[in-house]
Each structure stands twice: as C-alpha cells, then as structure tokens.
C-alpha cells in the first residue's frame, strides 16, 4: 500500500471503520475514490459505478455490522468499495483476472457478500427471501440493506420484488441509489417519475419539515409507523408509488454526503417493516472525464489516473472493427432498403452498438430499460405486427427471457431476428457473463433457427438472409471482441439456412466447428499440415437445423470427428451431431470440444479457452492424441 493512504491502510474489515470520526470519514472517502481511480486505472474493471458509492458503501458499513446484517448489491460492479472495506484492498489490483477476485460480490469470495450478483434487479427479491429467512429464525435485530442502482429498477424483477415486500412487512431497507443511469442513460417512465420526486419542491419542503420536527423526538417513530397512506398524500401533494405499495419512502436524500448518510442510516434501522431511502448520486463522481462522459467510463480500459487519457496499443496496423460494431453498422444498412425493420435491446445501446441506428434512425430504435423479458415480448408484438425486430441482447441476459423466446416468438412463428452478442466465454466479466448456453437452449426450440458467423462477413451475411422473407424466429449469436475486417464494399451474400461451407478437405480426422472458434481449427490446420497431417474442416454455420447432406457425408468417410464449440459441451453443438448419427445408425469416435459442465470463472478469453481446451495449442494435441490412439489400435 502507498504511504499517501494514512486511513485507508488502517481498514482491514468493516469493525475498523467504527473508530473513525466525521472528519476522519470524510478524508476516507477521498482516500477509498482516490484509491479505485489509481488502481483500476492499471487494472481495467467497472470504474464509474464504482465512484458513485463510495460514501455510501463506507455508510453501509459504520451503521450495519457485516456479515451479520446482510447488505446485498445491485448491479454487483457497484461494489468494488464494498470489496475495498471488508478485507480485499490489497487483492484489488488483481481484480477480473485469472485466479484473482471477482469483478462482482461471489458468496464463495468473501463472507461479507451475502449474495452473488452479476444480473441486476436481484437484490429486492434476493434481500426480502433473506430478512423473511431472519424472522423465521426469531432474529429481530438482524438488518438486511438491497442496494439497487445503476437503472436496475426498472427491471420486471425489481417490481416483483417490490411488490411482494409490501405485505411480508419484513424487516428490509432498500436503498434506491439514483444516478439517473445504467450503461447508458436510463429510460422509461419510472425513470421520469424518479426526476419528479428529487426535483418536486413541495414534497421536499413537506418530507423536510416532518423530518427535521420530529426526527428527535418518541412521537417520530411513533408517528412514522403509524400515519396512514392517506395522510401522507394529503401532505406531499402527490400519491407516491413505493407508498402506495406500503413500503415507507425516505429522500432524496444526498448519496455522497456520508456524514448525513450514517445518520439517516441510524435513524432507519430502528424503523421496522419495509422501507426505501432514496439517495442521489452522480456516476463517475471525483473523475472528471467519468462525469462528464458516463458511458464512456462505465469500463474504460486502461487510463492515466492524472489526466484521464485513455491508454490504448498502438498500431499501423488497420483494426478490424468489434462484433458489435459489424452488427450495428449492418443492421443500419439493412434498415436502409427495408423500412420493416427496427432494432431492440434492454439497456445495451453502447454495449451492442445499436447506438449507431438510434443516431441515424431514432424513431426505429428501441431501447426498453433493462427488461430482457419485454424486449422479447414487445419484439414479438412488432412482429405481429408487421415489422422485423432486430432483438439485440447479450447471450447471458437473453436466459432471463427464455419463456418469451418460447411462448410469445417461436410458439407464434413470429420473424424477430435474435442478436446474441457476447457468445461464449467473454473473459474477465467471469461466470455471471459468460454466454455458452444460449446454443443449446435455442436450439430445442421448435421453429426455432440457430446460426453462429465464423467471422465479420459472416454476420453480415446471415443478419442479411435472416430479413429475407419467411424466414420465421431467427437466432445469430456471436462473440465479444474482433476477428477480421469485413469487406464493406461487397455485396450481401444470401445463406440458404441450413447450409454449411467446406473450409478445408482432408483424409485424416473431420473437426466440425460452429461460430468463431473455427478460426482456432484453421489456425491448427497450418501447424499440423507441417506434421503432414490431414485435417478435414467443415464450418457447419447452423445448429438448428443442421446440414444433413453434408453431415452424412462426413459420417461415410471419417470415423474420427471432433467438434468445437464456444459453448457448454452438454446439449450444444456436438449433441447435435451426436443425435445425428445415432438416428441414422452411423458409428464414429466423436471427441467434443468445449465448455465443461462447469462454471468457468474470470479470466482473458485465451487464457479460458486454454483451461477449457479448444485454443489453438490443445486442439493440435487433441489431434494428435486421436491419431496416436488410432495407429495404436490398427497396430493392435
């Protein structure tokens, strides 16, 4: 630890922050944002959600007592203070990498994480089931805090918490921390509502007067716990919708003010039943560059912790664009000569790059909060009526609408193309993010197609031939990152679904791979033609349905197949082909390569893909092991 951080090398764990006086609080604070801006800034992770509650998770801690009283994050890369304060400070710089702490609370890390988070509007649900747990037991005292921000409320399962807290009357505080976004700013009318609240002088004025009057005084609980809904309209002029759900509202209040924090804090816990304080925070707040641009800094990357320029690997070489990027500039293209089409995604405009068509056709482009479920859903209404939804969502958040894909799209053959971006293992952001379900959840959905691009052109050409018409519920997932620069220039090419490409012939071994790990066998391929080995590569493009000419083929010539996949292994893309041929009574020794029946933690996507073993290096050994054990048994 540097020697400038006087209070901060003192704080081992949450008992440590009790010692210290206001002033002393204070200057922690400085010292704790100073500290996530020199560390993170060497160590890419979450940055300006991490700012924004710095005094409130140093609040958290002086008034509650971790881990007896539970305190569930929202949004978990909120919670690198959190992380800081209870025992982890000198582990932060290894945060998101491989064998290093996570990026989110992980119960299995720390016991001061009551609750493991990476999918956000969790922590009403998850803190009510926790203070109901507590009154089970007999555990009056036991306080539970859910810290939910960064736009997680407006999420369907933030409401569903909501509304079943205000009738369990458990003994839950949930603190609203309202920074006015998520990725990108937040949406909707909750959003707008929130405004009214902090921005309404009459309801301040009246929550002020009643606060500072009675705040002091036996009458002030007394009065709080017993003055009826009503009363309360009558006086704030206004109806108030955490109110009228019987959870007793507090705000706003300052969220970065931690003095006035502890002591609102104070004065709540001694409040039964469920309540919300509402506090205002600011994204980034104590970096200039965060506040100012707040997407942009959500996870900057590398950066100068004096100067806020960022620092970025200088090349001559031409980039080829992001993933996301070849969707988004596509999809503006396609929208160009079909006016049916629209784009739709739940809070990741940045993130999925339909950014880039909000710019250019805003009244076409949809951004419905973070609400993976009504995407669907409202992507399904569109359909039927007449447009081609583009439904942009990462794979990980797509399984929160898994009964919508089902009920509302395929069961309706309704045309919404599905975007899967961040497919398979996406690296540092570890097992709340990685994307390798969705090829085996999608493709045991009847009407349902499944396609994966090996590369940029690809995604090209398959979000083009998924606009075609009749082409039904069309799913594309592909991965987070780079590979090659598609040729702009060239036009569309339709792929006729189904239809798989022969990458390269061969005599010795048939590797059939789905999505961008393609490129790993073509990589191998070169290594092992050195050995004059023979390596037969088919990119097989679709799961669903597959391409069964070319597979029985393949099935005729090779006994020795292996698939790849950057996907889980169980289900996925060499179940199917393992379907394949026991319906049609071929045999083969089929080696499958992909994600174990495992969570797989943080980690770069190389180093993953090694530990999972279909990087380049394990797929040559994997090759060479089958035909060794092959030449043996002929031997034999």
Known sequence: MRENYLLLNKIDSPKDLKKLNKKELINLSDELRQYIIEIISNNPGHFASSLSVVELSIALHFVFTSPDDKIIWDVGHQAYAHKILTGRRDQLHTIRKLGGISGYPLITESEHDAFGVGHSSTSISAGLGMAVASCLRGEKDKQTVAIIGDGAMTAGLAFEGLNNTGVERSNLLIVLNDNNMA????????????????????????????????????????????????????????????????????????????????????????????????????????????????????????????????????????????????????????????????????????????????????????????????????????????????????????????????????????????????????????????????????????????????????????????????????????????????????????????????????????????????NHVVKANKILQNDNINIAHYDMRFVKPLDEDLLHNIFKKFKSIITIEDGIINGGFGSAITEFMIKNEYKANIKYLGIPDEFIQHGTQEELYKICGYDTGSLVKTVKNILKQKSKSILI
Not at 300 to 317: H, R
């Open 183 to 518: 990725i990108d700013p937040n949406v909707g009318a909750l959003n707008k509502y929130l405004t009214n609240i902090t921005l309404s002088k009459p309801y301040n004025k009246v929550k002020t007067n009643i606060w500072n009057s009675l705040k002091d005084t036996k009458i002030f609980r007394n009065f709080i716990q017993k003055i009826n809904s009503g009363i309360k309209t009558a006086l704030m002029r206004h109806g108030n919708l955490f109110e009228a759900l019987n959870i007793r509202y507090f705000g706003p209040v300052d969220g970065h003010d931690v003095n006035k924090l502890i002591k609102v804090l104070n004065e709540l816990k001694d409040i039964k039943g469920p309540k919300i304080l509402h506090i205002i925070t600011k994204k980034g707040k104590g970096f200039k560059s965060a506040e100012e641009n707040q997407p942009e800094w959500h996870a900057p990357g590398l950066f100068n912790a004096s100067t806020g320029e960022k620092i970025t690997e200088k090349t001559n070489k031409l980039q080829a664009p992001k993933f996301q990027d070849v969707f988004g500039n596509t999809i503006v293209e396609l929208a160009k000569e079909n006016k049916k089409i629209v784009g739709v995604t739940p809070a990741m405009l940045s993130g999925s790059s339909l950014k880039i068509m909000m710019q250019k056709m805003p009244e076409r482009t949809f951004d419905v909060g973070i609400a993976e479920q009504h995407a669907v859903t409202f992507s399904a209404g569109l359909s039927a009526n007449g447009m081609i939804p583009f439904c942009n969502i990462y794979s990980t958040f797509m399984q929160r609408a898994f009964d919508q894909v089902i009920h509302d799209v395929a069961l309706q053959k309704l045309n919404v193309v599905f975007c899967l971006d961040r497919g398979g293992l996406v690296g540092d952001d570890g097992a709340t993010h990685h994307g390798f379900f969705d090829l085996a959840y999608m493709r045991i959905i009847p009407n349902m197609t499944v396609a994966a691009p090996m590369n940029e052109e690809e995604l090209r050409n398959l979000m083009y031939s998924a606009q075609l018409p009749n082409k039904g519920t069309f799913t594309i997932r592909y991965p987070r990152g780079k590979g090659v620069m598609p040729d702009w220039k060239t036009p569309f090419k339709k792929i006729k679904t189904g239809e798989a490409r022969i990458i390269k012939e061969g005599d010795d071994i048939a590797i059939l791979s789905i999505g961008t790990v393609g």
